[in-house]
């Protein structure tokens, strides 16, 4: 290696910064490789040693350690060979449970699985000790460790796995297989099926652990009118619906709302790949009832003061024939005492008037700002009960309304609220 203060260019120095650059975050990304192959390999392991297949186990433990040699994995194989020899009954694996049971041991001094360690090898060791030095030293009959496996791993409930087009078993699949390319596919109720190609090199086992897509659910919301759906609090869209909502399994709040309705919220409970239906039923809210009713007395008011304005210019279509008269002639004094009453009737009924359509346009505005902001007001869900032991939560809604009134002095509405 050249010492830093030995290149002679800042080009040289650059050269090597970046070469030990690329260098390490390729050490880095190999140990995270092989970190993630080990994962797979022990996860392999377990499944195997669960279904009662113990020399896979035993096998997948021993590539998991090669790649990542940590004592769990050892504890875990050591495990796996004391139940090979309880069922196949070779020395061999007698002999490597004890051996590793040790290593276990001496590389953990504290806590850990040490007496569980502890306990296996006094059980062992007087097995160990009955048997012939030739018993213990027998290799088996054939060797796990030249076989050719392939084991396929999901960690989904009920999975499925086939391999090169053959009949679905229950997952984890462990077969012996030929060395050389195969096709596994793994499926599941409610989930994507998956496909992938693996090869199985001779005397090895290939481990591969897949991961399958949840199918989501299908939610159809049954409502022409226009209205705004939100899901869990967001926003997904305004009834009618193109197409089915597709939602991850389990509980959502659908809520639907629309100006002048009250606003219709359930909880619904979503299975993978299933649809279900929604039907919501939107009432009409107390407010825009009141905003009706509001505008039916704007529109009376504007009758009226179009009622008493067609009176009004009756009485001023006779003021105007009186004067009309006196244009052309004398008219007597009744007449005159007619022009001055149609006169005053003529102001009265246009008072009215005015005051008929200053009703109608207050009381529409009153109607208008009532239907405006007769925003719908989304209610919470009763909240499950606390644990026991768990202090009941305290909630503290806030209602804000418009409360119309009408008295003998007019009409107007209050704003108001609870908190």
Sequence with gaps: MIPWDMLGAPADRLLVTTALAVLLATTAAAADDALGQAKTFFTAGAQA????????????????????????????????????????????????????????????????????????????????????????????????????RMMVTCATAGARASLDGGADTEAPLIDDVKPGKHRVRVSADGYFDEERDAIAAAGSLAAIDVVLRARPALLSIQLGASA?????????????????LELPAGAHVVTVTKNGYEAFSREVTLERGKS???????????????????????????????????????????????????????????????????????????????????????????????????????????????????????????EMRLVPWVGPAGAGITFGGRM
Aim: proline residues 8%; without cysteine.
């Design 49 to 148: 040693y669960d279904a009662g297949r113990f020399g896979a186990a035993v096998q997948a433990f021993q590539q998991a350690y090669a790649l990542a040699p940590r004592p769990a994995i050892l504890f875990s194989m050591a495990q796996a060979e004391r139940k090979a020899w309880y069922v196949d009954k070779h020395g061999d694996d007698l002999k490597h449970a004890l051996e590793h049971y040790h290593a276990y041991l001496s590389q953990v001094a504290t806590g850990g699985r040490r007496g569980d360690a502890a306990d296996a090898l006094a059980e062992l060791e007087p097995i160990a000790s009955r048997m012939m030095p030739q018993e213990l030293n027998a290799p088996p009959a054939v060797a796990a460790e030249a076989k050719t």
């Design 276 to 398: 279900a239906s929604l039907a919501p039923t939107l009432e009409t809210t107390g407010q825009r009832t009141t905003a009706w009713v509001f505008f039916g007395a704007a529109g009376a008011g504007v009758l009226t003061g179009a009622a008493f304005t067609g009176v009004a210019l009756v009485e001023q279509s006779n003021a105007r024939t009186i004067l009309g008269a006196q244009a052309v002639r004398n008219i007597p004094a009744s007449d005159i005492g007619a022009y001055q009453s149609d006169v005053s009737a003529r102001d009265r009924w246009r008072t009215v008037a005015i005051a008929g359509y200053g009703a109608g346009v207050g009381l529409a505005a009153i109607g208008a700002v009532l239907w405006i902001f007769d925003a719908p007001s989304v209610q919470p869900l009763p909240e499950a009960p606390p644990a026991p032991g768990e202090p009941p939560k305290k909630s503290a809604p806030v």
């Design 228 to 244: 705004a759906v939100t899901v869990d609090g967001r926003p997904v869209g305004t009834t009618p619906l193109a197409r089915p």
